[in-house]
């Protein structure tokens, strides 16, 4: 390694990715368990030896769904999100909260669930830490294509915040311009229009 010749730090090459380390807990403690999320206090030791306390969430994971129709026009559903006391345009996405269900089952049966479609063709595109500070929560988004509409007799019945979801197509360059300036927000999303725009322009 190579320190950088004007400014603090070092020079990293294409290989820099992140890597596994995990320091010593001395004490854990459960504050909160649910089938959705958990919470606990930890005291990690670190390379020196101090003890710092820190609160883990522990949520059950997540995917996003980035469905792209014939006229490359990305599907966003508006939603009310009750902790920021918004509505927010969203990619379709949900919790991995079936037993055994892999990512790309749990990406299917959003994306029937929230906006009343199936895809012919998956791409996993992005994977993502959502908040490491103090989260274990892991998400993954894919790119769905070939889309055509679930039967009507085999569509989900929406409940909750989810009955009073929208679904709004919208250009996909139209999308990039309001994640660009903060009509859309949600980092999911966010996350996945960016990556796919630098997918589009390697």
Known sequence: MTDHPTLPGRLADASVADSDQSWPVARSESIY???YIALRTDTIVDPAGHEHARA?????GAVGVLAIDEDDRVLLVEQYRHPV???LLELPAGTLDVAGEEP?????????EEADII????????HLLATPGYST????????T???P??????????AEEADMVQWWLPFDQALAAVLDGRITDSMTVSGILAAHALRHP
């Open 146 to 148: 070939d889309l055509r």
């Open 56 to 60: 883990v969430v522990q949520p059950n």
């Open 85 to 87: 006391g918004r509505r």
């Open 33 to 35: 368990d649910s089938a």
């Open 137 to 144: 929560e892991r998400w993954e988004v894919f790119r769905a």
């Open 150 to 159: 679930v039967p009507d007799a085999d569509r989900t019945e929406r409940v």
């Open 104 to 112: 790309l089952e749990a990406a299917v049966r959003e994306l029937a």
């Open 119 to 126: 895809a012919g063709e998956w791409t996993s595109m992005l």
